[in-house]
């Protein structure tokens, strides 16, 4: 990167946390579990497939197969919604994509949804465990928050983050989060900047993996 994210921004505040989804097709004959999900890749002899959309998606599926050493198949989409519509179709066995596309298919019933990742259940599929609670942990979430250029004048800096928690408690912004599956995480600047620092290194894990 031209720049350092750490060192050339300052934080003002988290917006929301989205987990990403583990998803299969909702057909009689797929997996109902994470453990029935596990047990078929793993007898599939290097034949099962994961598809993603963008880089967190891959992440999180990685770090499912190595946790428990699968051989599984990685499957490159431009986007999450081919993706998708490739997983509905069976030429791709499962994936990790964000919640957003994922939930109202869920809901429709033309997926399964498996497991979320992160440390607790999502509001808008309060039923799917988290994937600690499957038995296996993913601890990658997405997230949003503000920052600022370095250097910017604390005032401005406790201003924005005032005005954008009132933001974020009003109903508007609170409906639009349960539609599109994310969960309002404000912070103040300096939990912000420690949630950072703690990311850069949880995601650096995984890439490095």
């Known amino acids: 990167l031209p720049y350092n994210p750490a060192r050339d921004f300052a934080p003002v505040t988290l917006f929301a946390l989205s987990p990403m989804i583990l998803i299969v097709r909702n057909t009689p004959d797929a997996p109902k579990t994470l453990a029935e999900l596990t047990e078929r890749v793993r007898k599939s002899a290097g034949k099962a497939t994961f598809a993603s959309g963008n880089s967190s998606s891959r992440l ?21 919604p081919q993706a998708i519509t490739d997983l509905i179709g069976g030429q791709v066995d499962f994936m990790f994509p964000d919640l957003s596309p994922a939930v109202p298919l869920v809901k429709s019933g033309q997926l399964r949804a498996l497991g979320v990742t992160g440390n607790r259940r999502v509001g808008s599929l309060p039923d799917v465990p988290t994937m600690a609670e499957a038995g296996v942990p993913v601890d990658l979430v997405a997230w949003s928050g503000a920052f600022v250029p370095a250097g910017t004048p604390r005032p401005v800096i406790d201003r924005l983050n005032k005005l954008m928690h009132t933001a974020m408690s009003s109903r508007e912004y609170q409906e639009q989060a349960v539609k599109s599956g994310t969960e309002p995480t404000p912070m103040s600047p300096e939990q912000f900047g420690e949630f950072v620092r703690s990311e850069v290194e949880n995601w650096a894990r995984a890439v490095k993996a």
Do not use: F, I, S
């Open 60 to 80: 999180a599926a990685e770090t499912y197969r190595a946790a428990l050493g699968l051989d599984a198949v990685h499957v490159p989409y431009k986007g999450t």
